[in-house]
């Protein structure tokens, strides 16, 4: 599965963002989604996940009724809706792909528990 993210930016303080995880060579429905981000001089965080039937989700508790994590069987794309943006919310994003069918659990929480990595979009706050 290849994976191309998209929708970042620099917004201001307070605005929102959508970023887009576009999938190719297989079917994202069959397969857990996470994002996770990655600030200057950080580790690489968790921030949400999606399990393959669309119906468990897990976000990062910091981030919890700020961001949405979704996709688009239709489309074959991943989302994820990032409101009230914060300076500290400045990193690039990542959309990832969990190629272990039916298995859903704290794991994904975890960037090792993914198998394929879109490249990234950058996403700037400034206050």
């Known amino acids: 599965v290849q994976l191309q993210a998209s929708g970042g930016g620099t917004v201001q303080a307070g605005e929102s963002l959508r970023l887009s995880c576009q999938a190719s060579?297989?079917?994202?429905?069959?397969?857990?989604m996470g994002w996770f981000r990655q600030a200057p001089g950080k580790e690489r965080e968790f921030v949400a996940a999606?399990?393959?039937?669309?119906?468990?989700?897990y976000y990062v508790d910091s981030l919890k009724g700020r961001f949405t994590i979704s996709r688009d069987s239709a489309k074959n794309t991943g989302y994820l809706q990032m409101n009230s943006l914060k300076p500290e919310d400045t990193a690039i994003y990542y959309c990832a792909i969990d190629l272990t069918p039916y298995r859903f659990s704290s794991s994904n929480k975890r960037p090792n528990e993914y198998d394929s990595w879109g490249q990234g979009t950058q996403v700037t706050v400034s206050s």
């Open positions: 999606l399990d393959w039937s669309g119906a468990s989700t």
């Open positions: 060579g297989s079917s994202i429905s069959n397969y857990n």
